[in-house]
DNA sequence: ATATAATCTGTAATTAATACAATTATTAAT
DNA sequence: ATTAATAATTGTATTAATTACAGATTATAT
């Protein structure tokens, strides 16, 4: 996505669009398998020689916060990123341990709210082995 | 339960029943608020004045291993655990922070699974607000 | 009872994430 | 365009969850 096309998203969701922000979401948005903040940090340092670690989480937290991305638990370890907002599912394979989007509604997980919960917003996580490791 | 229920069901499971790991498994079995290790430990560490921290979670890992407890992943900070391993979602309320159950079959859960990935276990995750404290 | 193997303990190390203060960049007004 | 005000970035220091490790202890099988 072009550089002014983030800017316009960005003060749409009143966040300052500066650099580094705009690499973060770049980096995100075209990388669209859910990295860690250190995978974002290593990848944007090889690009720009001037990246603080501390900043990938700043940004991270700011593009969060504006609904911009997501936070996907899926790893005990570390927490992963998703420009990804829509409603969807991810599957981890056992195997690779790559992360998989899959099509799962809304309507879907509010169905299984239970009555008298208010249903703010759902993940689901599954675990297996992804088509590639199947063989 | 019993400490001898508790001895056998060790066994079935091919884990050795230290008294550390029953009193571990004993407050989780009594406890169904998916405690984390700090907060086991903390607990214990009042009843059994030796407890190492290590030792939860040594003795975490091998109940998680024998399957008689599994990892809830729903907060980022720390992870959880739970006794009950049948399948079931989580609420996490986000006033009072606490985790709930609410019933999910896995039939449910593998029918939500794309085809070409093989299911192997899952988890529903949602947040909200509890009906304690959506009045 | 004893030998073997597994477990426990306590400290040290690791790692993800945050706090903070000084510097730098962005915004808005002149 | 300059400049003042505000917000973000940087780098270091810190926190907090978890693991590594080695010596002491406990459990199991002979």
Do not use: W
């Amino acid at each position: 996505m072009a550089e002014t096309e983030i800017t316009a998203i960005f003060e749409k969701h009143g966040i300052r669009p500066t650099q580094q922000r705009i690499a973060v979401y770049s980096y995100l948005l075209a990388q669209r398998n859910h990295p860690s903040a250190d995978t974002i940090y290593r990848a944007l340092a090889d690009i720009y020689p001037v990246f603080s670690r501390t900043t990938i989480y700043n940004s991270l937290n700011a593009l969060v916060q504006a609904g911009l991305v997501r936070t996907v638990n899926i790893c005990a370890e570390e927490q992963r990123f998703d420009a990804d907002v829509d409603d969807h599912g991810h599957f981890i394979c056992e195997k690779c341990r790559e992360i998989f989007d899959f099509e799962v509604s809304s309507d879907v997980l509010e169905r299984l709210c239970p009555t008298g919960y208010r249903f703010s917003k759902g993940d689901v996580f599954f675990s297996g082995v992804c088509p590639g490791c199947c063989g």
